[in-house]
């Protein structure tokens, strides 16, 4: 599966975006999704994932109760939602793919591009 993620900007503190990733091929319904970031100097960081059905979903401590991502299988499509947006949540933000687990700690086999994501303060 090829994935694009979209949708990033410069954004001020408090504010929203809301990412998109595309997929390509027939088979996005049988993966799970995760979105990760990776900030400048820094490791690339877990930000959510959501299952298969789109029936569980799983956040970072960081951006849980500010973020929520969803998936429209119909569409080919995973997004997330990110409100109160914090300068420390500047980042490229990368969608990915896995086929056999779910969560933070999964294999992802697939990635896409990255969107890059600028809050300012």
């Known amino acids: 599966v090829q994935l694009q993620a979209s949708g990033g900007g410069l954004v001020q503190a408090g504010g929203s975006l809301r990412l998109s990733c595309s997929a390509s091929?027939?088979?996005?319904?049988?993966?799970?999704m995760g979105w990760f970031r990776q900030a400048p100097g820094k490791e690339r960081e877990f930000v959510a994932a959501?299952?298969?059905?789109?029936?569980?979903?799983v956040y970072a401590d960081s951006v849980k109760g500010r973020f929520t991502i969803s998936r429209d299988n119909s569409k080919n499509a995973l997004y997330l939602q990110m409100n109160s947006l914090k300068p420390e949540d500047t980042a490229v933000y990368y969608c990915?793919?896995?086929?056999?687990?779910?969560?933070?700690?999964?294999?992802?086999?697939?990635w896409g591009q990255g969107t890059q994501v600028t809050v300012s303060s």
């Open positions: 959501i299952s298969w059905s789109g029936s569980s979903t």
């Open positions: 091929g027939r088979t996005f319904s049988s993966y799970h």
């Open positions: 990915a793919a896995a086929q056999s687990e779910y969560g933070p700690k999964a294999r992802y086999d697939y």
